[in-house]
T-cell receptor, first 114, second 116 residues
Framework: DAGVTQSPTHLIKTRGQQVTLRCSPKSGHDTVSWYQQALGQGPQFIFQYYEEEERQRGNFPDRFSGHQFPNYSSELNVNALLLGDSALYLC?????????????FGPGTRLLVL | QQQVKQSPQSLIVQKGGISIINCAYENTAFDYFPWYQQFPGKGPALLIAIRPDVSEKKEGRFTISFNKSAKQFSLHIMDSQPGDSATYFCAASRNRLNTGFQKLVFGTGTRLLVSP
């Protein structure tokens, strides 16, 4: 049973560029959440997708946007990259519903903005 | 605004000893408290979790103690091993408006080193 997968593993971009990160959830999961983890910090919630709609959003600017596809996979897009966007971007999958709060994380995409 | 406070920031324990990491939360609406283990270059892996209707949960060498009145919970690692050396994060979440959607709020992490 494949767990959560993310691509690419590493990415280097320049300030002002745009980036797209991809995530495939664990088999049987229908909800995808994205988190940003700065070096030495805990993950911070960006947003969550279910049935191809954004359901919750954290305190991140509109430069951060996402998408979920019919097969439950998801993309995170960041526009106009800033140096401060350098971080590990984590995707987590889960199943919506009562007592289904367990989130499983992928290995992350390490983004470096120069 | 940090809703989950974690301590200590780092911890060194001898092999065979007990590692204890503490967390405190502010939002009484939280109803799920997981602990994650993260190795360098990897994503967080769920270790153990507890709901507020029990005061303790044990899985192997890992135990969560939960104090609802104090709004605190802790992770105990018994017989700590060098392979336990990692960063540990506590987290909390709540079932938003009973929609089934939950987001995790993480602590700042504890870097554990178990010396041989």
């Amino acid at each position: 049973d494949a767990g959560v997968t993310q691509s690419p593993t590493h990415l280097i971009k320049t300030r002002g560029q745009q980036v797209t990160l991809r995530c495939s959830p664990k088999s049987g999961h229908d909800t995808v959440s994205w988190y940003q983890q700065a070096l030495g910090q805990g993950p911070q919630f960006i947003f969550q997708y279910y049935e191809e709609e954004e359901r919750q959003r954290g305190n991140f600017p509109d430069r951060f946007s996402g998408h979920q596809f019919p097969n439950y996979s998801s993309e995170l897009n960041v526009n106009a990259l800033l140096l401060g966007d350098s971080a590990l971007y984590l995707c987590a999958s889960s199943t919506r519903g009562q007592n289904q709060e367990t989130q499983y994380f992928g290995p992350g995409t390490r983004l470096l903005v120069l | 605004q940090q809703q989950v406070k974690q301590s200590p920031q780092s911890l060194i324990v001898q092999k065979g000893g007990i590692s204890i990491i503490n967390c405190a939360y502010e939002n009484t609406a939280f109803d799920y408290f997981p602990w994650y283990q993260q190795f360098p270059g990897k994503g967080p892996a769920l270790l153990i979790a507890i709901r507020p209707d029990v005061s303790e949960k044990k899985e192997g060498r890992f135990t969560i103690s939960f104090n609802k009145s104090a709004k605190q919970f802790s992770l105990h690692i018994m017989d700590s091993q060098p392979g336990d050396s990692a960063t540990y994060f506590c987290a909390a979440s709540r079932n938003r408006l009973n929609t089934g959607f939950q987001k995790l709020v993480f602590g700042t992490g504890t870097r554990l080193l178990v010396s041989p």
